[in-house]
Structures are given as C-alpha cells and as structure tokens.
C-alpha cells in the first residue's frame, strides 16, 4: 500500500461550494489541469512533465454498430412506465416546447388524475350515497311529473350541461351554468364517499411523488445486472444474474457463459437458475472472497443473500433473508469477508449484515451528515479495512469503524469547496474501487465524477465533469493490471447513456485520467439498425428499447493477442444487450482502424451476419411474446349463433334445416345436445368439416366444443382460468405497490384491482351485454325481441355484412367489423380460417381490457392510473 | 468553450504540430480576457509535457507580468500558480547549475558566473515557492524544492518551520506527504529518535495503513521501552488490518518476529490478547481461511510460513491454516516448517491464555 510519493498541486478550501453558475459547457476538456514532474527526477535527463488529464489511454473501439441482444426477449408483457404526458397538464408539455425552459413549476394534471378516480372507481368514490339518494335521482330524457318532482331531480339536464363544459374548454368566456353551481354548492360536501379534500390531498400528493419519481429515480442505484467471472482466469465461463420475470422479481443466475470466440458474440448456454422472489429486484451486488461469490439482491422491502460455489456447476444457494420495514436503498457485499454486507434503509438507518451473526446497526440519523438534504436515500460500501464502512448520503460520505461507529469515523467527502463542487451537486453513487486500488473510491455526482483515495480524505484526486444528461446511477470497474489503465464504466438509468473513462496510478504514481472519456452504444441506438418495422409495431419496438436503464456490467475477455471489453447493459424492460470493444494496441493502426470498426450513427448498419442474426431472432421473439396476448373472447354467444347466422349457411336444405330445428328444440327445453344422430343415409355436412381442425385453431375447436354441447366448459377453461390469474396478478402487483408506497394513503385506492372490472363493466356498456358463460345459451325467438330489426332470413352474403344491414339491426359501429370477420369466416369455408379472429382482426374493435400494449394504440384508453 | 474544445481536437489529432497549436492557443488569449491566465497556464503545461521548459518559462513569465483591471479571487489564485510553477522552473535551473557547478568543483574549476545565475535562481524561485506554500492546498513538489533549496543554504530552521507548517496546519488538508517529508528531513539531520517516532506516531495516527509504518515498528522494536514496543505490536496489528497489506511479507515477519518474542519471554501476553480480541471475530475469516492458506501456499512459501506461525499462536495448533501449511511444509521436508510446528506445539498454551 504505497502512497505517491508527490501529488498534483491544487488549492484547499473548506466551507461550501462556491461556484453559482451552472456546469460549464465541456468542462475540463482540453485541459491538463496540473503538472507534475514525473519520475525519480534526480537526474536533469529524466526531467519530464506528467499531466493530470490528457495522457494517452489505452483505446478502445467497438467491435460493432451497436449493442447486440444477448438474451431472448423476456416471454411476458412489460408495462411501459409512467411517462410525463401522463401526470402533466397538457398545455403546459406543449407551451414547456414551445418557450423552452419557461416554466419552473411542472403543471400537474391534478383534475384529470381526480375526475379518473371518479370514472373508474365510482362505488369507491360515491358508493353508499348513491345508493341513498338513488331514489331522488332521476336520469330519464322526460320531464318529470309534479308528485316525483318534489324529491328527485333530473341528473340528465346536468350531465348535458358538464358536456357542454366540457366542450367549451379552453375558452376564455366559458361560464357555469346556475345549475350546475348550485349543485356542486348543494353537495360538495357531503357526496363524496372520502371527504373531498382529504381525497385531494392524497391525490396531489401521489401526483407529486410519482412526479419526483420521474424527474429522479434512484431506487435502482447501483444496477441489477451482476458479472461474476470465471473462477479460473482461463476459462471463457462465468455467470450473469439479472433480474426476470413479469414483475422483475425472477433472480437468473445464467449458469454458463459459452466460449466467446473472439470473433463472434457471447452466447448463453443452458437455462438459467432462477429463484421467485417477493418483489420487484432493484439492485444485484455481487463480490468475491475466497474464490466464492457472493451475490446480494435487493428488492424494497426484501434483501437476500446467494452464495455461488466456486465449482463448476454447483447449484447457487439462498443464504439468507432479511425484511426491512423502511425500503432499503443500499446493498453491498464485502470484498473482505464471506457473508458480509452492508444494508442501508431510507430511514437513514446502515446496518453490517453478517450471515452468521446478523445485523448489527452501525448509524440511524434521519439527517444528512453535512448539510440538509430531504433525500432519505443512504448507502454504504466497504473500505480498504473490513471493519470500516463509508456511509454516504447526497451531502457527502463518511467513514464508520463498525467496531465503535459513534467514535471513530471521519469524512472522506463534502459536497463543498474542498472537492471544487458546484451549488446544488449531490452524491448519486459512491463505490469501493478496492479491485483497483484498496484505498480508491468512485464518487459519481449529477455534474462530475471523483476518485478518492481514503488516506487523503476530502482533496479528490481526479476530477471529471462527466457531461451525462442524467445521472450515472450505475457504475463498473475494470481493473487494469500493473502499468495498465483502470476503466471506469458508467451508467445512467433514464437517458440509457454509457460512458468509459480511463484512469491510472495510485500507489506509485498520482491518479492520472487517460485518454479521451469515450460513449458506448446505448439500447436505444440499435433501432436504426433494426429491419424496417410497422409503424405501431416501430413505435412499440422503440418504447420497448428506449425503457430506463437497470444495470451495467462488462467483463475483460483475453484471447490470444486481443483483449476485448465486453459490456453488459440491462433495460427495465428486461433485455439484456451486450456490445464488444476491442483493444487497439498499436497506436497509429488505431486510427483508421477506428474508423471503419465505429461507423458514425446513420450511416448504413455494418453489421455481421451474426448480429443480424441475433436482431431477427430478438425481434421474432418479441413479437411472439408480447405480439397479442390472448383475451378472452368478447363476442357474446348471442352474436354466433343468431337465427340468421345459423340461417345463412344453413341455406335451403333439408339437413341443416333438420339440424337447426333439433338444436332450438334442444335450447327451448333448455338441455345439451348429447347425440348429434343425423339420419342414417347422409352424414350430416355440418359438423364433419369442422372435426378435422378441431385440435388446430382456437376458431374451430371452440366450435367444435359448441356443437358437443360442452362449449360452457371450453369458456371456462378458455378463460376463466387465465382470469383468475389475471386477477391474482392484478391483486398481487396492487400489495406490491402499495407496500413500495411505504406509507398508508388513500391514493393507494388508486391501484384497486376494480380497474379490471371497472373496464369490463365498460366493455359491456359498449354492446350488448356479454352473457355469463354458465348461463345456459340462449337464442332469440322467432318472433324477435323489441330493439332489434327483423332479420333477413336469406339474405345475400354482402347485403348482411355491408355496413348498413348491420346498422339497421341494431348493431353497434364497433361491433360490426367483428360481426363482419366472423360472418365472412363462417360464410367461407370454415376449418380454416387464415386468422384467428381473438387476434389482430377484432383487435381494433374490442376494448381491451388487459393489454396495456394494444390500449396504448387507442388514446381514449390511455388513462394513465396512478399506482402502474 | 472555443478553446477547451479546439485544444481536445489539436491534442488528439496526430497531424496537428506545435506551431498550429501555438498560434490558436495565441488567438484565444487574446479573445477572452477573463480566461487569459488559465490560457497561459494550460499553454505551458502543454509545453511542459512535451518537453519544452524553456518555451513553457517564457510563456508563464509572460503571463506574471499581465495585468488586467482588478483580479477575480480565482485569477488570483491561478497568478500564484503560475508563479509557483515560474518558480518551479527556476529551481529545475537552479538544480541544473548546481550540478554543473558540483561538477566543475570535482574537477577544481571555479565557475563565478554560474554561481552567481544559480544564485539568481535560488532568489526568484524561493520568492515564488514561498508565495504559494502559504495557500492551504496540496502543494508536494512545491515544498519539496523549497525545502531542497533552503537545506542546500543551510537554513534548516526555515525548511523545518516550512515542514512543520505543512504538515501541522489544521487549514491544509491531511495529507501523508506532508508528514513522510517532514520524517525524512528528520532523519537526514539525524534528529533523535523521539522526535522520529512522534513524526510517525502522527503519520500512524492519520494514516495506519502507510508503508512507513513497517520502518516505524522495526523502530519501536528495538527500543528498550515497553510503551514503545507495545505501540509497535499495535502499529503493525493496526497495518494488517488493511486489505492492502494482506500478502505483504515483510509485515507478516514483523508481526511473527514479534509474537515469537513475546511468546518466549513469556511477558506481556496481555498485550497480543488485547490486540486480538478485537480482531478474533474476523481475522481468522480474513487472514487464515483455508482458502487463502492453499493460495499463499502456492504464491509464496515464505508468506504463509509467517502467517502460519501467527496463526498457530493466535488460534491454536488446530486452525486450517497452521494446519494445512504445516502438512504442506512437512510433505515437503522443508526444514523451516518442522521448526515452526515444533514451536507452536510448545506454545500451544499460549493460544488458550490469549483466546480464554
């Protein structure tokens, strides 16, 4: 543990940051920033000068255009997150355009958000009062009479006023109508189920923390996605843990990592161990002591510790588990000691997490330690000493001896004029560079970045303003080895960016930044790259790549004579891509080979085949896994099987008449067609056709099951089934939420799983009632129900699927197209359809109830509900 | 911005040439008044780091003598830069001329004018270096010549007071240098040994994981205090600590010299039990897990040689690691390790004093 015998020049000051203006544009490039002599120098030959930036690096060049998937797309849906157009107030995104910066104050979209609540959640909302008034309450087109006037009113003059309102909006002269003043003064105060303004506390509120959650996330600092080398420096195996799943709460340790042959891309072998967990997965930390890894996951409210055997594969195994009753924001595992971490909760509380011997509390202060900050996010990391921990806040970092926190601790960073920082910078991430060097530490803020050698506390020994649009929440060392440089990866979660940073020196030598800092390929940027797609299938495909970072983490990979960098980045959404730098080790080669290797972005993809490769099959699987989920069928039995949807292919013979007339018989008595027995001669030519496809298509083994009579089965299976398990899911991520809400708040109502119902009760509104499956199947009588037209008994194909037939029966607008597959599919050869009608034919027709993805091609469904 | 950028580029591009690098570095002096210092300042770094002091010394004399309205706090500080590096330039001449000078009076010329420029360097670099070792900061190289220049004068008392300041003012930060230069100047003058173990005991106290501190217990081991030689067990139990010293051999021979002393004279075993309690709980996960007792094996045979003895006094003759080298050791009929065994076996008792 040698110290550099002489260290850059620079001023101290302590007190707070000085500096007002903002980051200066290109800070600190083109700068030497000091000099220092280098060598033992006491000879006059040797005299020479070293910089603190701008030495020649090691360089870098990547390998490909742009990142290449590495995993398959994850099977199940991912919900896209929260976006600003959803909580904000619209004129003001589109004025915030226009002027720039001119607002101060985001516009929160507060009416929305409440009037939301009131349309999806109305028993909620009004519940018993509306069942108390509902007598008074009158909502016919007529007038009402003298007696029923005297203790109802018509609601439905007042309904039409709202929408008159609603359509004068945005006009300066809009007014409110008497009546409507008098009703809101009337009931303001007592209609409402929750007492309107405790509602609209808690709805602000909400607003305002998903607001701030939005603008700044730091719940997945540090990153979920964990490399752990090889364990013998030859092999070309390791593992990768990452978070899967629906919900992120699959933790995959990818148990083997092929040969990566240096000219082709890493590829995964064998399937993943994966371990359910009991929320969402924020952060995966991993370190190695005593030639067995350790990895620590942290979810919310859960952390776990892993331990992967250093055998070739040995199954991982749970160690432990903890439940917090505050979220943690910090996991670290010790590089010291096996089963050692370092668990920090929001309550400011750090704890020294021993597998065998527990948790011992090191500090609980609510406050920041320098100055006072309202972020409750803490953490901590490891030091050079296995028995001192740094405890960080956004203020600056501190170091504890776990033997006797209270005494002996000193601060090895302020956010102040000791480190030259600027007004308003914060702490993001700290991490322990011990691979590098064991006393270093990386502290990254919104604006620079420092290294920290903890025998100098407080003075940084480098300095880089970093220049990343959003914060790097996530940061990766690449040790270099004896004359080497240090790599520095970091990572920022919103805005996908990667930059690589080269530093060296530290024992024999002051720290030295080298080579140009360096931006690597973002998810976002393979899209270009990407085969030509649909539009709304483009436009799902560049919301799926442009989802926030999770996690980064890269690998050194030597072969031969090259050394390649391989860089792993995780996207909320759960791909996992993967880009390859290569190692430039002659210098003046380096640039033209540079060029061609790192084609300027827009320039025609210079692809391998195997990444295109890989691109197709990712996108295949895409498409495969998150194309359409199947929904159950929203087409109510009345539809299939009207008189002249029987009638029409029926037609004029004598056996479909026959069959048609056992089948109503059948349904008037109100029994099942056990025996389908057709005269002797002829096979009946209805029912054969259809039996051959039976297995085939979910068309025609639905009818199959209709004509055995035991359709009502299929439905349940069909459906109900996979909605229970949607409601359970529903149910499930509601808990999740509201325990990663983390207080009790009425908002929470908010995530109520009646959306489901709320939205099939809508559904239904749209048409006519969907009949219950275990209801038994109904036709309409002969003589046709009052409301619906007399149908044409024969009518002509296209005169029964124009437009205006279908109108004149009563049939509403969204609903004839639908009408119209299935009539065309039943008019024309049945057993085989060329679509599955449940998928992309009666898509735009049927309001869906449980795609999030299809309900965002529709803008009346974009609802956003606080909460998802 | 013009510049930071336009520098990058002319740093980076390998056709660029110094006198293209010159003439724009010209224009942006002249374009902003407000950067000017910081300009020259960069511009003779550049100089410097390919070579050109003489160029470099022309430029930051240049720039000492501008002047511009009234100077911002940070021109301020940035005129005392350049100064301290003017004045770091004239002590390199300084050093020059004095060897030219050593030289000529090995072969018994005497050289006046040179003299008297050397002179003339001592005087303007001494003014400038003295300016800026005022400033609280981190200041090493600049401290280093000064403290050469006035050492070759004969001055110690300022280079002394210079030191001390450096290392005891509570305005600079912490810095280790600070206290290992002030040690040595110490040690080159022969000051008593007290005074060298107060200069480390404070570099100790600051900074236990320093590599002066394997010095700093040799010297509390051969002092004839029991105060001191107990401070030197805690120096180097305090040294180990550290993730950084976990391989290092010659700490490791330290400590076993030590413990071995301790174990035979039979005295002040108190001393090795009150280290060790505090350390029982993770050393032996840290230092002697079987893991590493393979991995030293295999590395360095001398290392786990002292960290087995060590270990078999602390954790008895039955821990893995004493157990597993010994076995190696004895396997390979290497003669030190039958010692070792020998040894521990005949103090096993010492173990159940220390851990009881």
């Known amino acids: 543990m040698e110290f550099p015998p002489a260290l850059f020049p620079s001023y101290f000051t302590a ?211 964990v490399w752990l080398p090889p364990k013998d420096a030859g092999a070309h195996t390791g593992c990768l843990v990452y978070p899967g799943g629906r919900a992120m709460n699959h933790l995959c340790i990818l148990p083997d990592f092929q040969d990566v042959v240096l000219e082709e891309l890493p590829c995964t072998q064998g399937s993943p161990a994966q371990f359910e967990l009991n929320g969402c997965i924020r952060q995966v930390a991993a370190a190695r002591v005593d030639g067995e890894d350790f990895v620590g996951v942290r979810s919310d409210y859960h952390c776990g510790v892993w331990r992967v055997p250093g055998r070739v594969g040995a199954a991982p195994t749970p160690l432990q588990i903890i439940r917090t009753s505050v979220p943690a924001s910090c996991l670290t595992v010790s590089p010291h000691l096996p089963g050692e971490l370092a668990v920090c909760t929001q309550s400011g509380a750090v704890y020294l997490w021993s597998v065998e011997t527990g948790l011992q509390r090191l500090r609980h202060d609510p406050q920041t330690m320098f100055f006072r900050d309202h972020s409750p996010w803490r953490w901590s990391d490891f030091t050079a000493h296995p028995r001192v921990l740094s405890c960080a806040d956004r203020t600056g970092l501190q170091c504890l001896d776990a033997r006797a926190p209270e005494r002996c601790h000193f601060d090895l960073f302020k956010v102040g004029e000791e480190a030259g920082c600027q007004q308003g910078e914060r702490v993001v991430l700290p991490m322990y560079l011990g691979r590098a060097h064991p006393s270093q530490h990386l502290v990254t803020t919104q604006f620079s970045v420092y290294v920290l050698d903890e025998r100098l506390p407080l003075v940084p020994m480098l300095k880089w303003v970093h220049m990343m649009k959003a914060p790097p929440l996530f940061a990766h060392l690449t040790p270099g080895g004896p004359g080497r440089s240090h790599k520095v990866l970091l990572g920022a979660s919103r805005t996908q960016e990667l930059l690589l940073l080269q530093y060296r020196g530290g024992s024999q030598s002051a720290c ?357 | 911005m013009i510049w930071r950028i336009g520098t990058e580029i002319l740093c980076h591009h390998s056709h660029s040439s110094m006198k293209e690098f010159n003439a724009f570095i010209e224009q942006m002096k002249t374009l902003g008044v407000k950067r000017y210092l910081k300009v020259c300042l960069e511009h003779a770094f550049h100089l410097l780091c390919r070579g050109l002091v003489d160029e470099a010394y022309q430029i930051l004399s240049a720039a000492e003598s501008w002047r511009f309205g009234e100077q911002t706090a940070i021109q301020d500080k940035e005129m005392k830069l350049i100064q301290a590096y003017k004045g770091l330039l004239d002590y390199y001449s300084w050093s020059k001329q004095k060897n030219i000078l050593l030289e000529n009076e090995w072969d018994g010329f005497e050289d006046l004018s040179v003299e008297q420029e050397m002179h003339g360097c001592f005087r303007k670099a001494a003014v400038n270096l003295k300016e800026i070792i005022k400033m609280p900061g981190v200041w090493d190289q600049f401290v280093k010549c000064y403290v050469d220049l006035l050492e070759f004068y004969g001055d110690h008392n300022e280079a002394r007071q210079v030191l001390n300041e450096y290392a005891y003012n509570s305005k600079f930060p912490a810095n280790p240098n600070a206290h290992v230069y002030l040690y040595q100047f110490l040690k080159r003058h022969g000051e008593p040994r007290k005074s060298l173990i107060s200069a480390l005991k404070i570099l100790h106290d600051i900074v236990p994981s320093h590599e002066l501190m394997i010095d700093f217990n040799t010297m509390l081991q051969k002092s004839k205090k029991r105060k001191r030689r107990r401070l030197g067990l805690e120096v180097i139990f305090a040294a180990l600590d550290y993730a950084g010293w976990k391989e290092n051999v010659k700490a490791w021979n330290c400590l076993a010299r030590q413990v071995k002393q301790i174990v035979t004279s039979g005295k002040h075993l108190d001393w090795i039990k009150e280290e060790w309690n505090s350390r029982k709980d993770w050393w032996p996960a840290f230092h002697f897990s079987r893991y590493l007792a393979k991995r030293n094996w295999q590395e360095n045979e001398s290392l786990s040689c002292e960290k087995a003895l060590v270990a078999g006094i602390l954790l008895g003759k039955d821990c893995k690691y004493f157990k597993y080298v010994s076995h190696q050791g004895c396997k390979a009929r290497v003669k030190r390790f039958r010692i070792l065994k020998k040894f521990v076996n005949k103090y096993n008792p010492v173990y159940l004093r220390i851990s009881g």
């Open chain 1, 15 to 225: 007190g707070p940051p000085r500096e007002e203006r903002g980051p200066a544009t290109a800070a600190g490039w083109g700068e030497h920033g000091q000099v220092l002599q280098a060598g033992p120098g006491r000879r006059q030959a040797e005299r020479s000068f070293v910089p603190r930036r701008g030495g020649t690096g090691e360089s870098w060049e990547p390998a490909d255009a742009a990142a290449v998937p590495l995993l398959p797309p994850s099977a199940s849906c991912w919900v896209p997150s929260l976006t600003p157009q959803d909580i904000l107030y619209r004129g003001f995104l589109r004025r915030k355009g226009r002027a720039g910066r001119a607002g101060a104050a985001p516009a929160l979209d507060f009416t929305r958000q409440l009037s939301h609540f009131f349309v999806d959640h109305p028993e909620d909302a009004f519940g018993s009062l509306g069942r108390l008034l509902h007598k008074n309450f009158y909502l016919g087109n007529s007038r009402l009479t003298k007696p029923a006037r005297d203790n109802a009113i018509r609601v439905t003059a007042l309904m039409e006023e709202i929408e008159r309102l609603e359509a004068r909006r945005g006009c300066p002269r809009r007014y409110l109508a008497s009546r409507l003043r008098w009703f809101s003064h009337l009931c303001r105060d007592w209609l409402f189920e929750v007492p309107l303004g405790l509602l609209g506390d808690c709805v602000h509120e909400e607003l305002l923390l998903q607001w701030a959650s939005l603008l700044f996330d730091d719940s997945p600092t540090g990153g979920a996605l």
């Open chain 1, 512 to 868: 030295q930044l080298v080579g140009p800092p360096q931006k690597l390929h973002s998810i976002a940027g393979c899209l270009q790259h990407l085969p030509t797609q649909l539009p709304h299938r483009h436009r799902l495909l560049q919301q799926r790549l442009a989802a926030p970072a999770a996690g980064l983490a890269a690998t050194l990979q030597e072969d031969r004579l090259q050394e390649s960098l391989l860089v792993f980045q995780l996207s909320e959404a759960g791909d996992v891509f993967c880009q390859r730098l290569t190692h430039e080790v002659a210098q003046p080669h380096a640039v033209t080979s540079g060029d061609e290797a790192a084609p300027a972005p827009g320039s025609s993809p210079l692809f391998d085949p195997a990444a295109a490769l890989r691109y197709r099959r990712w996108l295949k699987g895409l498409s495969k896994g998150c194309g359409d989920p199947p929904r159950p069928p929203t087409i109510s039995q009345k539809r299939l099987f009207t008189r002249k949807e029987l009638e029409g292919p029926a037609g004029p013979s004598p056996l479909h008449r026959q069959a048609w007339r056992q089948l109503r018989q059948a349904m008037r008595e109100g029994v099942r067609i056990q025996h389908w027995d057709p005269p002797a001669p002829q096979p009946p030519a209805l029912p054969q056709p259809l039996e051959p496809a039976g297995g085939l298509d979910p068309l025609s083994t639905r009818l199959a099951a209709t004509w055995c009579g035991d359709w009502g089965q299929w439905w349940e299976e069909g459906t109900s089934l996979s909605l229970a398990q949607r409601q359970r899911a529903l149910r499930e991520r509601r808990r999740r939420q509201k325990r990663a809400r983390g207080r009790c708040s009425l908002s929470a109502s908010f995530t109520s799983s009646l959306t489901y119902q709320s939205e099939l009760s809508e559904l239904s509104d749209a048409g006519p009632p969907p009949l219950s499956p275990d209801r038994p199947p109904v036709l309409p009588r002969e003589g046709s129900p009052p409301g619906t037209s007399p149908a044409p008994s024969s009518a002509p194909e296209d005169a029964l699927l124009s437009s205006q037939s279908l109108r004149c029966r009563g049939i509403p607008k969204e609903r004839r197209k639908t009408l119209r597959d299935y009539l065309s599919v039943w008019a024309e050869d049945p057993p085989e359809p060329t679509e599955p009608p449940g998928s992309q034919a009666s898509q735009p027709c049927i309001p869906s109830s449980q795609s999030q993805l299809s309900s965002a091609s529709q803008p009346r469904r974009k609802r956003p509900r606080m909460g998802f």
